[in-house]
């Protein structure tokens, strides 16, 4: 006999399992596609959102998220050990660098890990320098004086020569070449620049430079190094702004006036080295690390040292960050429990054909006297042996492309290749099981009880978990599990009621005159009606799909909708011109320009002394002209409410103040620069008039009472005319407003906001989980007809036997999951319409869509669309299953009813 | 355990077998009262018109039912009483099954041999280094040694049957229940099959019960029970004898069953002959009882040489 016959227990159940390689290549693949899908997306998700925090970083500017400590005074000459500072700057500044390198050292690993290479300059204070002859035609120049260690690894003089330490003489200096042409400044010219105490500083230019690199971002710490600035004062000529380098070495001439010199310290911050997943953390060692000022040796005229406060915007920009990441990830999690059900459904169902599949086999090895544990048992491994290797596969594979860490990693993965493991023997006995006859009810009055009483405790919940949820009644920190875990319970709640409705709408139905209605219409809702089997997966899988489909298209809708009104908001109207200055002038061609309809200057803004009985305040005073602003800004919802109060004359001045002001002032009066103000009316904190949080905007009419210069515009809202082109009209209104102006328009703002990766990559998701869910739907709908097949083509056999037309067949088979996917569909798209309202809340969106105000819920142009697409996707699923069906041949049918019964 | 040791008793005995099933609210009677003796070695036929209750009668031979009422013994093992345990060692190594459809004996993707081991590995009764010589015996004796290598698929309906039965046999049980092994062969094949289980009945002194509804087991077999309506109705019992022409005849005769309650059953001819129905008369004789119509208005001009009974159809019934 040959080694066949010598299988033994092992080997047989190996063989069974076997058999049927592609039911289990099938289900092999489900899980390895769930783990996959399961692994990567975390790894995505981080991805994205450390894009989206580095993105947000990038945007500010090097010298605001950079650390950085200014302080009066020089650093205290003295060379390093190893300051790792070009040779002619050793010995004056290798103390200060080794001292900020050997600080770094005790820094908390996360901040010692995104921070560069300390860097230190001292500047003299900018001064105008003025040329030995009167008159002689040279622009009006005013000279900052830098001495930077590293100065000469950034620069490469290119005409005359670097200049160098002097015991006598004028001090020596270079400069960028296009600075030098601005300034009208020739080599070897020597200009004087007064200092304070009576000092006349001379100086002269050795040479001009170019930088190495001119994209190195350390030059935004020397704003008019490269380029030269224009200050410009009325009717005065303009004066020409810019940075030249002295030699590091000669820092001894700035050392004798310490109180004319500043010296800058800063970490640059190495973005590409931040990380969402420590961004908390960081967020902390940062704050941190400002509030603990370094000690460092300094030269000041000061009597007392307070240290080196090292302050940065970061770790703000990254606490904004966090909560659009801990949204992301919260939204994530909520819309991945749908077509994780849903894939769990299939999962399941794809086991139940396995299992249908050993059901001789089980029987048979029963009736031999396998006890249920070893039958199980076998099952089990089974499971395990698809689950776990399938599980592995796609959750390695997950791992390695998404590039994701932590537990977080592993969770769907874990799940999917459980779900064989326990849904396998599950079912697999249950289907085995006898039927003691084929006529007796498989439930029981007690089993419908205990159905009632599931279904009721479902609801219960699902009714808590929403009530608690809009409410609003918990804070949780992080992802609240009840937000992410109410879709799954309001759609099961869905499926609850669909498996009711769908009976009774079917018995309805059936006990209409059948006799009008054909054969078909008899035998397909008493079918429906009497043979429940697996319908349960298709409406779960429908409620579930388009709920999440519903929801991600509204959701989607909802935060673009967001960003639009967010952009509005943030620019205040159609155009809005930021400059240093404005003349009376530019104003006037601003309001003459073609397109504008009107203007609305913002006529100053200046920070001003504020004081409550409490406490002490600096708030920012916004001048406006009520009547302009108005105008400008009619019809739009987002408009700053100007009560007519403004405008009273007498008594308290009357002021509209920021929300987060009004709170701080609550029932206090408020006295600003020792006026008394009313508070007639509050705005929402983040405004289009200028960039503070706790502002108050006062008539023009009133505001010499409050501020001494009423006129220094710099930021103007333009309101346009109907059908003007707003991104022409902004470029002539920035061309018109001199240098360094800046133009914003709604559409602008909006543009930059989607720039985020966070957005990109939740639309991404949203998108990604319709598709998911679409696809699993089809799955489950096809797979609940081919496990249907069996019985659907026994008695197709009959009704072929008895005369009918094979093309009528199909029919048949649409109302084996026509009425469930029928009902479910509007209680998908109900419990889908729902979500946002109950989750959007929940969720703090304005991370998003910019701004401070929660987005309200918009359901979009697409989300009807969502409706009829899921229809479609249903009905191809029914016809290709219908089609399957007909391959049938009746004899062969007939002949394996008895096998199966 | 409840085995009977001293292997006195019949191996297969029913009494008052009852079993219900409960549809919806309706109950059906399969088994009503059933009585069945089979004693040790014997092979009986158990025949009876679809839907009289051989299947569930057989279901709870083979410990995979229980009845509603009554007492079933087989192999010395109580199947009302018997805990889940035993039930599996019971089915483990002291019946064995042949189902009408190959599907139901046979798995598909195991050879005529390895379903042998199949059943040498389920039950773990016969030791390991017994179990090839346990297969290569069996399948010999039932003539499908040769294709012990081939697959179900690639047997004939006939191969597939010995190989069914070879498997029944495996873990060498002491009843071997059959449940129309041969309706789905042919006349030709299903006597070949049947002599199979002659074979081995007279040379393994197995005892089998063989429920089929195809008269021509009957020719096998030694004694034939008929069940009606879920009771016994009638035996037949077979013997051959020599004539005086030498020649061998088998003869047949075919006996009422009357169980411990003194109930029978009438062939339905009987009663559709004299019109019996409803209420019927009774009469004991010396050597006989007699049954007449009950419709009838003038007494017998017999009626006192015995004593006189009335008896209801629904009475007898309930």
């Given at each position: 006999?040959?080694?066949?016959?010598?299988?033994?227990?092992?080997?047989?159940?190996?063989?069974?399992?076997?058999?049927?390689?592609?039911?289990?290549?099938?289900?092999?693949?489900?899980?390895?596609?769930?783990?996959?899908?399961?692994?990567?997306?975390?790894?995505?998700?981080?991805?994205?959102?450390?894009?989206?925090?580095?993105?947000?970083?990038?945007?500010?500017?090097?010298?605001?998220?950079?650390?950085?400590?200014?302080?009066?005074?020089?650093?205290?000459?003295?060379?390093?050990?190893?300051?790792?500072?070009?040779?002619?700057?050793?010995?004056?500044?290798?103390?200060?660098?080794?001292?900020?390198?050997?600080?770094?050292?005790?820094?908390?690993?996360?901040?010692?890990?995104?921070?560069?290479?300390?860097?230190?300059?001292?500047?003299?204070?900018?001064?105008?320098?003025?040329?030995?002859?009167?008159?002689?035609?040279?622009?009006?120049?005013?000279?900052?004086?830098?001495?930077?260690?590293?100065?000469?690894?950034?620069?490469?003089?290119?005409?005359?020569?670097?200049?160098?330490?002097?015991?006598?003489?004028?001090?020596?200096?270079?400069?960028?070449?296009?600075?030098?042409?601005?300034?009208?400044?020739?080599?070897?010219?020597?200009?004087?620049?007064?200092?304070?105490?009576?000092?006349?500083?001379?100086?002269?230019?050795?040479?001009?430079?170019?930088?190495?690199?001119?994209?190195?971002?350390?030059?935004?710490?020397?704003?008019?190094?490269?380029?030269?600035?224009?200050?410009?004062?009325?009717?005065?000529?303009?004066?020409?702004?810019?940075?030249?380098?002295?030699?590091?070495?000669?820092?001894?001439?700035?050392?004798?006036?310490?109180?004319?010199?500043?010296?800058?310290?800063?970490?640059?911050?190495?973005?590409?080295?931040?990380?969402?997943?420590?961004?908390?953390?960081?967020?902390?060692?940062?704050?941190?690390?400002?509030?603990?000022?370094?000690?460092?040796?300094?030269?000041?005229?000061?009597?007392?040292?307070?240290?080196?406060?090292?302050?940065?915007?970061?770790?703000?920009?990254?606490?904004?960050?966090?909560?659009?990441?801990?949204?992301?990830?919260?939204?994530?999690?909520?819309?991945?429990?749908?077509?994780?059900?849903?894939?769990?459904?299939?999962?399941?169902?794809?086991?139940?054909?396995?299992?249908?599949?050993?059901?001789?086999?089980?029987?048979?090895?029963?009736?031999?006297?396998?006890?249920?544990?070893?039958?199980?048992?076998?099952?089990?491994?089974?499971?395990?042996?698809?689950?776990?290797?399938?599980?592995?596969?796609?959750?390695?594979?997950?791992?390695?492309?998404?590039?994701?860490?932590?537990?977080?990693?592993?969770?769907?993965?874990?799940?999917?290749?459980?779900?064989?493991?326990?849904?396998?023997?599950?079912?697999?006995?249950?289907?085995?099981?006898?039927?003691?006859?084929?006529?007796?009810?498989?439930?029981?009055?007690?089993?419908?009880?205990?159905?009632?009483?599931?279904?009721?405790?479902?609801?219960?919940?699902?009714?808590?978990?929403?009530?608690?949820?809009?409410?609003?009644?918990?804070?949780?920190?992080?992802?609240?599990?009840?937000?992410?875990?109410?879709?799954?319970?309001?759609?099961?709640?869905?499926?609850?009621?669909?498996?009711?409705?769908?009976?009774?709408?079917?018995?309805?139905?059936?006990?209409?005159?059948?006799?009008?209605?054909?054969?078909?219409?008899?035998?397909?809702?008493?079918?429906?009606?009497?043979?429940?089997?697996?319908?349960?997966?298709?409406?779960?899988?429908?409620?579930?799909?388009?709920?999440?489909?519903?929801?991600?298209?509204?959701?989607?809708?909802?935060?673009?909708?967001?960003?639009?009104?967010?952009?509005?908001?943030?620019?205040?109207?159609?155009?809005?011109?930021?400059?240093?200055?404005?003349?009376?002038?530019?104003?006037?061609?601003?309001?003459?320009?073609?397109?504008?309809?009107?203007?609305?200057?913002?006529?100053?803004?200046?920070?001003?002394?504020?004081?409550?009985?409490?406490?002490?305040?600096?708030?920012?005073?916004?001048?406006?002209?009520?009547?302009?602003?108005?105008?400008?800004?009619?019809?739009?919802?987002?408009?700053?409410?100007?009560?007519?109060?403004?405008?009273?004359?007498?008594?308290?001045?009357?002021?509209?103040?920021?929300?987060?002001?009004?709170?701080?002032?609550?029932?206090?009066?408020?006295?600003?620069?020792?006026?008394?103000?009313?508070?007639?009316?509050?705005?929402?904190?983040?405004?289009?008039?200028?960039?503070?949080?706790?502002?108050?905007?006062?008539?023009?009419?009133?505001?010499?009472?409050?501020?001494?210069?009423?006129?220094?515009?710099?930021?103007?809202?333009?309101?346009?005319?109907?059908?003007?082109?707003?991104?022409?009209?902004?470029?002539?209104?920035?061309?018109?407003?001199?240098?360094?102006?800046?133009?914003?328009?709604?559409?602008?703002?909006?543009?930059?906001?989607?720039?985020?990766p966070a957005l990109s990559g939740l639309q991404l998701i949203l998108l990604g989980a319709i598709v998911a869910v679409a696809a699993l739907l089809a799955l489950a709908v096809g797979m609940t007809l081919v496990l249907g097949a069996a019985s659907r083509d026994r008695m197709l056999a009959l009704l072929s036997a008895l005369g009918l037309p094979r093309r009528r067949e199909p029919a048949i088979v649409v109302w084996e999951v026509a009425p469930a996917v029928i009902v479910a569909l509007p209680v998908g798209v109900l419990a889908g319409l729902a979500l946002p309202f109950v989750v959007v809340p929940a969720l703090d969106l304005t991370g998003f869509v910019g701004g401070e105000l929660q987005p309200a819920v918009h359901l979009g142009a697409w989300t009807p669309l969502v409706v009829p697409g899921f229809l479609a996707v249903t009905i191809l699923a029914v016809l290709v299953a219908a089609f399957v069906a007909r391959r049938v041949t009746a004899a062969r049918t007939l002949r394996s009813i008895d096998e199966e019964g | 355990m409840t085995v009977d040791t001293a292997e006195a008793g019949p191996d297969i005995l029913c009494a008052g077998l009852v079993r219900i099933f409960t549809a919806q609210g309706v109950e059906v009677q399969a088994l009503q009262g059933l009585e069945l003796r089979v004693e040790r070695g014997e092979m009986v036929a158990l025949v009876g018109a679809s839907g009289s209750g051989k299947s569930t009668l057989l279901t709870i031979l083979a410990g995979l039912d229980t009845p509603t009422a009554g007492s079933a013994r087989v192999a010395g093992h109580d199947l009302v009483a018997m805990r889940a345990p035993e039930r599996l060692e019971y089915q483990r190594s002291s019946v064995g099954f042949v189902w009408q459809q190959s599907g139901r004996n046979l798995l598909p993707y195991l050879s005529a041999a390895e379903n042998v081991g199949m059943a040498h590995a389920v039950a773990g009764v016969v030791p390991r280094a017994r179990r090839r010589a346990v297969t290569d015996e069996l399948l010999e004796l039932l003539t499908v040694g040769d294709v012990a290598d081939r697959r179900p698929d690639q047997l004939s309906g006939g191969q597939r049957q010995r190989v069914a039965i070879a498997v029944g046999l495996a873990n060498d049980p002491r009843v071997l229940l059959a449940d129309e092994p041969t309706g789905e062969l042919d006349e030709a094949?299903?006597?070949?099959?049947?002599?199979?289980?002659?074979?081995?009945?007279?040379?393994?002194?197995?005892?089998?019960?063989?429920?089929?509804?195809?008269?021509?087991?009957?020719?096998?077999?030694?004694?034939?029970?008929?069940?009606?309506?879920?009771?016994?109705?009638?035996?037949?019992?077979?013997?051959?004898?020599?004539?005086?022409?030498?020649?061998?005849?088998?003869?047949?005769?075919?006996?009422?069953?009357?169980?411990?309650?003194?109930?029978?059953?009438?062939?339905?001819?009987?009663?559709?002959?004299?019109?019996?129905?409803?209420?019927?008369?009774?009469?004991?004789?010396?050597?006989?009882?007699?049954?007449?119509?009950?419709?009838?208005?003038?007494?017998?001009?017999?009626?006192?040489?015995?004593?006189?009974?009335?008896?209801?159809?629904?009475?007898?019934?309930?």
């Amino acid at each position: 006999m040959s080694a066949r016959a010598r299988a033994g227990a092992v080997g047989i159940a190996v063989r069974s399992a076997t058999t049927s390689p592609l039911l289990t290549l099938f289900a092999f693949t489900v899980v390895a596609v769930t783990a996959f899908i399961g692994a990567a997306t975390p790894g995505f998700v981080q991805r994205t959102q450390t894009e989206s925090l580095r993105f947000a970083l990038e945007r500010t500017a090097p010298a605001q998220r950079d650390f950085v400590a200014s302080v009066r005074g020089t650093p205290e000459p003295g060379a390093g050990r190893d300051p790792g500072l070009p040779a002619e700057s050793v010995a004056v500044w290798g103390g200060s660098v080794q001292g900020l390198l050997d600080a770094s050292r005790g820094f908390d690993p996360a901040l010692a890990e995104v921070l560069g290479r300390p860097r230190i300059v001292s500047d003299l204070d900018p001064a105008e320098a003025y040329s030995l002859v009167k008159n002689d035609g040279t622009p009006r120049s005013q000279l900052t004086l830098r001495y930077d260690p590293e100065y000469s690894t950034r620069v490469r003089f290119v005409e005359g020569r670097a200049p160098q330490p002097v015991q006598e003489g004028p001090l020596e200096f270079g400069l960028s070449t296009p600075v030098a042409q601005a300034m009208g400044w020739e080599i070897g010219a020597v200009r004087t620049i007064p200092r304070p105490g009576g000092i006349v500083q001379s100086v002269v230019l050795t040479g001009v430079w170019e930088p190495v690199d001119a994209s190195d971002r350390d030059w935004d710490h020397a704003p008019t190094a490269l380029a030269p600035g224009l200050i410009e004062h009325g009717l005065e000529l303009p004066v020409h702004t810019g940075v030249g380098y002295a030699a590091p070495a000669d820092l001894g001439t700035a050392a004798a006036m310490p109180q004319s010199v500043v010296t800058t310290l800063w970490y640059p911050l190495e973005v590409p080295a931040v990380d969402a997943r420590h961004a908390g953390e960081l967020a902390a060692a940062m704050r941190l690390f400002s509030a603990v000022p370094l000690d460092l040796p300094i030269v000041s005229s000061a009597i007392y040292s307070r240290g080196l406060a090292f302050t940065s915007t970061a770790p703000l920009t990254i606490t904004q960050g966090l909560t659009r990441i801990e949204s992301m990830t919260a939204l994530v999690a909520l819309i991945a429990t749908g077509p994780l059900a849903v894939a769990i459904v299939v999962l399941a169902l794809a086991t139940r054909m396995i299992a249908l599949r050993r059901r001789p086999s089980l029987r048979l090895a029963e009736a031999r006297g396998a006890s249920t544990r070893l039958r199980a048992g076998v099952l089990a491994a089974e499971g395990l042996a698809i689950g776990a290797t399938a599980g592995a596969a796609g959750g390695v594979a997950g791992m390695l492309l998404g590039g994701g860490d932590g537990p977080v990693v592993a969770l769907v993965p874990a799940l999917a290749a459980l779900t064989p493991v326990i849904a396998l023997p599950a079912t697999g006995l249950l289907v085995a099981k006898r039927r003691a006859r084929a006529d007796a009810p498989a439930t029981s009055p007690a089993a419908r009880r205990l159905r009632l009483l599931a279904e009721l405790a479902l609801v219960a919940v699902a009714a808590t978990a929403t009530v608690l949820v809009v409410s609003g009644a918990r804070s949780v920190e992080g992802v609240d599990p009840l937000v992410v875990t109410l879709p799954l319970l309001l759609a099961a709640v869905g499926c609850v009621l669909t498996l009711r409705l769908v009976p009774f709408l079917l018995a309805l139905v059936e006990r209409g005159s059948p006799r009008r209605r054909g054969l078909l219409g008899l035998i397909g809702p008493a079918r429906a009606h009497r043979e429940p089997a697996l319908r349960v997966a298709p409406v779960l899988a429908v409620v579930v799909g388009v709920a999440i489909a519903v929801f991600s298209s509204a959701f989607a809708a909802t935060v673009g909708d967001g960003i639009v009104s967010a952009a509005r908001g943030e620019v205040g109207a159609d155009v809005r011109i930021s400059a240093r200055y404005l003349n009376a002038d530019q104003l006037e061609s601003l309001a003459r320009l073609s397109g504008v309809a009107a203007v609305a200057p913002v006529y100053a803004d200046e920070q001003s002394r504020a004081e409550l009985p409490s406490a002490d305040l600096t708030v920012m005073v916004y001048v406006i002209d009520v009547a302009e602003l108005r105008r400008v800004q009619e019809g739009d919802p987002s408009a700053i409410a100007l009560p007519d109060a403004l405008l009273e004359t007498g008594g308290a001045v009357p002021v509209v103040a920021s929300q987060q002001l009004a709170d701080r002032v609550g029932d206090e009066t408020l006295v600003i620069e020792g006026r008394p103000v009313d508070i007639v009316g509050t705005a929402v904190s983040q405004t289009p008039l200028g960039s503070a949080r706790t502002w108050v905007a006062v008539d023009r009419s009133r505001a010499d009472e409050l501020l001494s210069t009423t006129f220094s515009p710099s930021t103007v809202l333009l309101d346009l005319e109907p059908g003007a082109d707003p991104v022409a009209v902004a470029e002539q209104a920035r061309l018109a407003s001199g240098t360094g102006a800046v133009a914003a328009t709604p559409a602008s703002v909006e543009r930059e906001h989607r720039e985020d990766p966070a957005l990109s990559g939740l639309q991404l998701i949203l998108l990604g989980a319709i598709v998911a869910v679409a696809a699993l739907l089809a799955l489950a709908v096809g797979m609940t007809l081919v496990l249907g097949a069996a019985s659907r083509d026994r008695m197709l056999a009959l009704l072929s036997a008895l005369g009918l037309p094979r093309r009528r067949e199909p029919a048949i088979v649409v109302w084996e999951v026509a009425p469930a996917v029928i009902v479910a569909l509007p209680v998908g798209v109900l419990a889908g319409l729902a979500l946002p309202f109950v989750v959007v809340p929940a969720l703090d969106l304005t991370g998003f869509v910019g701004g401070e105000l929660q987005p309200a819920v918009h359901l979009g142009a697409w989300t009807p669309l969502v409706v009829p697409g899921f229809l479609a996707v249903t009905i191809l699923a029914v016809l290709v299953a219908a089609f399957v069906a007909r391959r049938v041949t009746a004899a062969r049918t007939l002949r394996s009813i008895d096998e199966e019964g | 355990m409840t085995v009977d040791t001293a292997e006195a008793g019949p191996d297969i005995l029913c009494a008052g077998l009852v079993r219900i099933f409960t549809a919806q609210g309706v109950e059906v009677q399969a088994l009503q009262g059933l009585e069945l003796r089979v004693e040790r070695g014997e092979m009986v036929a158990l025949v009876g018109a679809s839907g009289s209750g051989k299947s569930t009668l057989l279901t709870i031979l083979a410990g995979l039912d229980t009845p509603t009422a009554g007492s079933a013994r087989v192999a010395g093992h109580d199947l009302v009483a018997m805990r889940a345990p035993e039930r599996l060692e019971y089915q483990r190594s002291s019946v064995g099954f042949v189902w009408q459809q190959s599907g139901r004996n046979l798995l598909p993707y195991l050879s005529a041999a390895e379903n042998v081991g199949m059943a040498h590995a389920v039950a773990g009764v016969v030791p390991r280094a017994r179990r090839r010589a346990v297969t290569d015996e069996l399948l010999e004796l039932l003539t499908v040694g040769d294709v012990a290598d081939r697959r179900p698929d690639q047997l004939s309906g006939g191969q597939r049957q010995r190989v069914a039965i070879a498997v029944g046999l495996a873990n060498d049980p002491r009843v071997l229940l059959a449940d129309e092994p041969t309706g789905e062969l042919d006349e030709a094949t299903s006597a070949d099959v049947l002599a199979a289980m002659e074979t081995v009945n007279r040379e393994r002194g197995v005892t089998t019960l063989i429920v089929t509804h195809d008269p021509a087991v009957a020719e096998h077999v030694d004694r034939t029970v008929r069940i009606r309506d879920g009771r016994t109705s009638t035996e037949t019992l077979r013997t051959t004898h020599v004539d005086e022409a030498g020649r061998s005849v088998r003869v047949a005769v075919e006996y009422a069953v009357l169980d411990k309650a003194g109930r029978m059953q009438f062939p339905a001819e009987f009663t559709q002959a004299l019109g019996l129905r409803e209420r019927v008369r009774l009469s004991l004789e010396p050597d006989r009882v007699e049954v007449r119509p009950g419709d009838a208005v003038v007494p017998p001009p017999e009626a006192g040489r015995g004593r006189h009974r009335a008896a209801s159809d629904d009475g007898e019934r309930s």
